[in-house]
């Protein structure tokens, strides 16, 4: 009869434990995604190429390569990206020969996957 | 990128690295799947295809249609194995068949930043937020004082990523390329932002919110993100500000100690680690309004042409969509197994969920689940059902929501916009049998 008292407190000192190691977890979790941010990358993880150097340099001071990869876009949209990312995330903007090097290396590395079995799109031609 | 002779390779590597052109080559002109092709093909899923025949031309079959690329998975305590979208910032997706729970745990909730991931505070309930701009009475109150002044309220809300189902767009849209997963539907705790605003006192020509948040933007000028909504949205009874998640302080990565939940809305406006909303009487002018950011065609335009979105409007309601929970894309299940019980979770934004139906033939009959009603308004649905599968092989099953104005998912993402938002077209797990 006993029992149930006991059992009573233990679960609420379980409760209170999960409460108290909250501050903790929220602490690690945060660490954690700052490591993620931090981690450091190699330039090969990117296409071999000329402008390689560059695009890495450039581009990683803001966010990894991971957003660079996944990406499969024509010159004409990888252009238009820099100008988005100049006007809306304060990236100092791309001029000249240089951004010729880097919009070439992403639209040569990281073009479209494919134009699609009937040629891509027939208003864009 | 080389120029081999398609022979040469296997289909599997055929659709590994090109899967348009391979669909052309395995399906010909007639898009009739035939003899070596087909056997090419179910040698190449690991079984016989029993719905050949309906397999339309131009869809990759499930199983091949992922990239070269396998998935990255994020390992953090507190949080299950989600798909890593990218790391800084960094993204992380729910797979589908980890969506399974009712009230999804906060190790199965998606991670969204735009931005750097703030240190955790020491006393949350020392927290401020402020609210101010077209009010009477600028207020700026407590965690503590925003639960002791207003009435608390606990309810299961979905929150979902604006651009979740982005990777169905073709061309590709620019961000993260979601699939399903970017959904989740806690059970959050708080005050309404209505009876705060209330307090506040708004003013007649208050028309929008601005929000504002304590994460930074990565290059460390400025914050993060800060959006903003339409006035009647702020004022919803389901538009909360919530300091507890799943009966527990919200976590690090969701927002704590304070967070806007804006159901059934792009999540962007969810603001984390909020601080202040502001009352406007003109469009908020933050970091992801305007442009192209949350926004899409009125008059569609040409998939992959350049467009500024001068004359777009921001995402509103997000369009229906569906879950299949109960079985991972991949699942091989015993040789006999002829019928199958599933279910998923589907939402529509500010609407409800009317109808699910599933198909096992590529589209060519469609079958009815049973749908539950959500607990509360502005929560995901069950649905479930039992489905036949007449003889052991590949399957597809196909599952498409319609929400209550009657609006389907489509078979292919529409409505195509640069930035890749409201792609929800019908969602297709692989299953073999044998």
């Given amino acids: 009869m006993r029992l149930l008292p006991y059992a009573a407190v233990v679960v609420l000192l379980c409760a209170s434990a999960t409460i108290a190691q909250t501050p903790d977890l929220a602490q690690r979790q945060a660490e954690a995604a700052a490591a993620l941010a931090e981690r450091q ?5 990117l296409a071999e190429g000329e402008g390689r150097s560059e695009v890495f340099g450039y581009c990683t001071a803001c966010h990894n390569t991971a957003l660079i990869r996944r990406s499969a876009f024509t010159r004409e949209r990888w252009d238009e990206l820099m100008d988005w990312m100049a006007e809306k995330h304060g990236m100092n903007p791309l001029e000249g020969e240089f951004r010729d090097t880097i919009v070439d290396y992403l639209a040569r590395h990281y073009g479209p996957l494919t134009r699609g079995p009937r040629g891509g799109n027939p208003f864009l031609n | 990128m080389a120029h081999q002779n398609p022979s040469e390779r296997s289909v599997q590597e055929l659709y590994r690295d090109d899967p348009e052109r391979a669909d052309a080559l395995v399906w010909g002109r007639r898009g009739a799947l035939q003899g070596a092709a087909l056997a090419a093909m179910g040698a190449a899923l690991g079984g016989s295809i029993p719905f050949a025949r309906n397999m339309p031309s131009g869809l990759v079959p499930a199983a091949l249609a992922q990239g070269a690329n396998q998935p990255q998975f994020l390992q953090m305590e507190g949080k299950a194995p989600l798909i890593l979208q990218g790391e800084r910032p960094l993204n992380a997706e729910t797979p589908e ?170 999540g962007s406006l969810s603001q984390k680690w909020f601080t202040r909303l502001e009352v406007l009487n003109k469009p908020h002018t933050g970091r992801g309004m305007g442009g192209t950011s949350y926004r899409i065609p009125v008059r569609p335009i040409v998939p992959g042409s350049r467009n500024n979105g001068a004359d777009f409007v921001d995402m509103e309601s997000m369009p229906v969509r569906s879950v299949l929970s109960s079985h991972a894309h991949g699942t091989r299940l015993p040789a006999g197994t002829r019928s199958l019980d599933i279910r998923g979770h589907a939402w529509a934004g500010d609407l409800s969920v009317r109808d699910v139906h599933v198909s096992t033939d590529f589209g060519q009959s469609w079958q009815a689940m049973q749908v539950a009603a959500p607990p509360n308004r502005h929560a995901w649905q069950r649905w479930q059902g039992r489905i036949a599968l007449p003889s052991d092989g590949y399957y597809e099953i196909w599952y498409r929501a319609t929400d209550s104005n009657g609006r ?15 792609a929800n077209p019908i969602s297709r797990v692989a299953i073999l049998i044998g």
């Fill in chain 1, 41 to 45: 990358e190699e330039e090969t993880v």
């Fill in chain 2, 97 to 266: 068949h980890l969506l399974d729970d009712p009230v999804t745990p906060a190790d199965k909730f998606f991670i969204r930043n735009n931005g750097s991931v703030p240190d955790t505070v020491a006393d949350a309930r020392a927290w401020k937020i402020r609210i101010d701009g077209e009010v009477n009475t600028p207020l700026e109150l407590t965690i503590a004082e925003l639960e002791q002044r207003f009435e608390i309220v606990t309810r299961k809300l979905q929150m979902e990523c604006g651009g979740n189902g982005r990777s169905g767009f073709s061309p590709q849209a620019a961000g993260n390329q979601w699939g399903n997963g970017a959904i989740s539907n806690a059970e959050w705790t708080g005050v309404r932002l209505h009876d705060v605003l209330r307090a506040a006192g708004v003013k007649d020509g208050a028309k929008f919110t601005g929000q504002h948040g304590a994460d930074s933007h990565l290059s460390a000028q400025g914050p993060a993100i800060s959006r903003g909504m339409r006035i009647e949205k702020a004022m919803d009874e389901d538009t909360l500000i919530c300091f507890r998640m799943n009966g527990a302080a919200i976590p690090q990565m969701h927002g704590a100690p304070a967070r806007l939940v804006v159901p059934g809305w792009p």
């Fill in chain 2, 408 to 422: 389907m998912q489509p078979h292919v993402a529409a409505n195509w916009n640069p930035q890749g938002y409201g």
